[in-house]
């Protein structure tokens, strides 16, 4: 593999969050300024290719693998989806969230222990979370928690209104059911 291939990759996996110069100068084992002149390769890359979708962004101290504003439309139309419910690996993600907020994604994930970008990224078309800040540190990953839509959405007045999560691992022990959320009818009730 190429430093190239290796930049793509990582800026990749790092999803919506970036990177840090610094970061990839760090784990590709090469000085900054290679590390821009690799940006700026990849960069030209995608917008010499007609049939890519990606594009480079370059914040103050980030690098970010996005879609092309082109796709924007398209984007909206897959983001408002063709129904409003949510998978079920959207509103476990959903539940962390609430309950640990703010999180951030690697920390959702390690919860889960499965990736979990898209359903942050529903979520958050849904305005069901938004970001909080970010934390102080390498990479600067973003804090998550959920917005006033959530709590509109579950008939809640305040976070302190969600389910006791003790009373929900006792339920799990002794099998009973278990709703994270209410039913979603704002009236505050649990189904």
Do not use: C, W
């Not at 190239?4 to 784990?27: Q, R, T, Y």
């Not at 102080?136 to 973003?142: A, D, L, M």
């Amino acid at each position: 593999m190429t430093k190239l291939s290796e930049l793509e990759a990582i800026l990749f996996i790092v999803g919506e969050e970036g990177i840090a110069l610094d970061e990839i100068s760090h784990i590709l084992a090469i000085d900054k300024e290679e590390v821009l002149r690799l940006v700026a390769e990849l960069e030209e890359r995608y917008e010499n290719d007609t049939t890519s979708a990606l594009h480079i962004l370059e914040t103050e101290a980030h690098i970010v693998l996005t879609t092309k504003k082109e796709l924007a439309p398209l984007l909206k139309r897959y983001a408002q989806g063709t129904s409003n419910t949510l998978s079920q690996a959207a509103v476990e993600t959903l539940a962390i969230i609430a309950y640990k907020q703010p999180i951030t994604r690697v920390e959702i994930e390690q919860i889960r222990g499965v990736q979990v970008s898209g359903a942050v990224q529903r979520l958050s078309a849904h305005n069901l979370i938004e970001e909080k800040g970010r934390v102080e540190g390498p990479g600067r990953p973003i804090l998550y928690g959920t917005t006033s839509y959530f709590l509109d959405y579950f008939g809640l007045k305040s976070l302190k209104e969600l389910p006791d999560i003790q009373e929900m691992e006792l339920s799990l022990k002794e099998d009973a059911p278990l709703d994270l959320f209410f039913d979603g009818t704002n009236e505050g009730e649990q189904s």
